[in-house]
């Protein structure tokens, strides 16, 4: 990625700079930002209940992941009645998250193919396995067309050689090494991929989904603890605004989104908490 400007034209991950995502984490704010929901993270690692139940509380938060993801794709149920939603938002956003866990090396070595994996995860029952040539609505594939659902009115998706572009070089910086936090790296990958739509159908589900699963293979959250998912729904409509602010390209605008996705982490921590708590409790 350029250095970020009035409007982002240049695909992330290209341009003079060796290290974007480090200069994204020296952008007013973040560096505080980042601490502080590291820090939480780390208070809820100390919990006694994960000496014996972390699988359990994992599989929790995946749970209240999920439901959060599909609530923010539009389809909104309460956690307990989710074994009987066949809704397929819901049911795509339970498929992808129970996939997680066997995805995390790929994704360090071949983006790519965990995204499609994940979109094919999450849109099967919403699109087609096939579709006309070059369109939309083919699973695990990008959208040949302009065309993509907006659930958040982000407004129109970038055309399908801006997107491929774009994703190049979101898969660059997975891939390549940063001394920029993990938080910084998800909430751009989450970021990219929410605003470039790049499949036209359950993008958001996918972007979440890969921040997740950034925060745990980067290191910041190895146990798949934070529902961070959880976060996002908590803050409302921060979400959508701050990916708007994100889209403008300006330093402001990445650095309140990045800022946005630190508090997320920390009311993710907070869920994963009340989780430790009332296992505890029995």
Do not use: N
């Not at 400007?5 to 480090?22: E, F, H, W, Y």
């Not at 209240?64 to 956690?79: Q, T």
């Not at 972007?207 to 529902?227: C, H, I, N, Q, Y």
């Amino acid at each position: 990625m350029a250095c970020p400007k009035s409007r982002r034209t240049a695909p992330i991950g290209s341009g003079s700079v060796s290290d974007p995502l480090a200069v994204i984490a020296e952008m007013p704010g973040v560096s505080e930002a980042v601490t502080d929901a590291r820090k939480a993270v780390d208070r809820l690692y100390g919990h006694r209940v994960l000496r014996r139940k972390s699988p359990e509380v994992s599989a929790r938060s995946a749970l209240r992941g999920a439901r959060a993801s599909a609530a923010l794709e539009g389809v909104d149920v309460p956690l307990e009645a989710i074994p009987e939603v066949t809704d397929p938002v819901v049911q795509g956003a339970l498929r992808v998250s129970a996939e997680l866990g066997r995805l995390g090396a790929t994704w360090r070595s071949a983006p790519r193919q965990v995204l499609a994996r994940l979109h094919t995860l999450a849109a099967s029952g919403l699109v087609g396995d096939g579709g006309g040539a070059g369109g939309a609505g083919v699973l695990g594939r990008p959208r040949g067309v302009a065309e993509a659902s907006d659930p958040l009115d982000l407004g129109a998706a970038p055309g399908p050689q801006e997107t491929v572009a774009r994703v190049d070089g979101l898969v660059r910086l997975v891939t390549a090494s940063s001394t920029a936090p993990a938080l910084v790296l998800a909430a751009v990958v989450h970021a990219e991929l929410a605003v470039l739509r790049p499949f036209g159908t359950a993008d958001g589900v996918v972007a979440r989904a890969a921040e997740r699963l950034t925060l745990v293979e980067f290191g910041l959250d190895p146990k798949s603890l934070v529902a961070v998912e959880v976060g996002h729904l908590e803050l409302g409509p921060a979400y959508g605004e701050g990916l708007r602010s994100y889209l403008s390209g300006t330093p402001e605008g990445v650095a309140a989104w990045v800022r946005h996705c630190a508090s997320a982490v920390t009311l993710g921590v907070r869920e994963a908490t009340a989780i430790c708590e009332a296992m505890q409790r029995g």
